[in-house]
C-alpha cells in the first residue's frame, strides 16, 4: 500500500532527478541537430555509445518516471478502495428481457452514505422507473422517495456494499423508445455525506 505521505515524497524525489538531467543535458539539447554522433577521429561503436549514453540514460529515466507514476497511482487506487474511500460506480446496459428497458446499477464502494438525487436520460422527452431493487430486494414504487439514501459499505468484512438497480424507460414524443440509440447515457446526480457534504455526478453510456 502507498501512503499519501510516502507518495508525495517519492514523486518529489523522482521530479527533482529528472530536473536534475533535464539541467544536466540542456545546453546539449538546445543545440541537438549540430550534435555528431562521435568524433570523426574516434568514431567506432565504443564512441558512438558514449556519445549516446547521456541520451539514453535521459530516457530510460522518464521511462522509470512514468513507469512508477503509474504504480503509485494503483498503489493509491488500493489503498482508497481498503479504507473505504472508494467512488459509488454506475453500469448502464439494455435489459436483456425487454428491449424498451435499461438497467442501471449503482454501487457505493464507499463507507459514507449517498443520497441519489436525480437521473435522467439524454434521449426522449419522458423517462418511467419500471422496477427498483435495493440490495437485489423489490421496492414498490410506492416506498421509494428521492432523493434516496444508499448506505455507505461499513461492515467490509461480511457484507458486500449496498446496491441500487433500477430498471427504466423512455418515450419519444408519444412512443416508446425500443431500440436504445447509440448515443444513449445515463446522468445521475449523487450527494456524499461527509464532514463537507459534496455533490457528484456519475455518467454511463447505455452501449458500450
Known amino acids: ?22 539541467m544536466r543535458f540542456s545546453p546539449e539539447l538546445a543545440n541537438w541537430p549540430e550534435l555528431p554522433l562521435c568524433e570523426k577521429n574516434n568514431c567506432n ?61 449503482i454501487v457505493n464502494w464507499n463507507r459514507r452514505a449517498i443520497f441519489i438525487k436525480s437521473v435522467r436520460l439524454n434521449v426522449g ?28 459499505w461499513e461492515d467490509r468484512n461480511n457484507t458486500g456494499p449496498h446496491a441500487l438497480q433500477m430498471k427504466i424507460s423512455a418515450s419519444d414524443g408519444k412512443e416508446l423508445i425500443r431500440a436504445w440509440p447509440e448515443n444513449a447515457r445515463v446522468a445521475v446526480d449523487i450527494q456524499m455525506l461527509d464532514t463537507k457534504h459534496r455533490m457528484q455526478r456519475l455518467t454511463a453510456s447505455v452501449h458500450p
Open 1 to 22: 500500500m502507498c501512503d499519501k505521505r510516502f507518495c508525495v515524497s517519492v514523486l518529489s524525489a523522482l521530479a527533482l532527478g529528472m530536473f536534475m538531467l533535464v
Open 45 to 105: 561503436v565504443q564512441g558512438w555509445l558514449s556519445a549516446t549514453s547521456g541520451w539514453a540514460g535521459f530516457i530510460a529515466a522518464g521511462i522509470a518516471v512514468a513507469l512508477t507514476w503509474r504504480q503509485l497511482s494503483q498503489q493509491q487506487k488500493q489503498t482508497d478502495f481498503m479504507l473505504g474511500d472508494a467512488p459509488p460506480t454506475m453500469d448502464v446496459t439494455p435489459d436483456l428481457d425487454d428491449p424498451t428497458e435499461m438497467v442501471v446499477r
Open 125 to 152: 422527452n419522458a423517462m418511467g422507473v419500471m422496477e427498483f431493487k435495493l440490495d437485489g430486494n423489490e421496492l414498490s414504487l410506492a416506498q421509494v422517495k428521492w432523493p434516496f439514501p444508499l448506505r455507505g
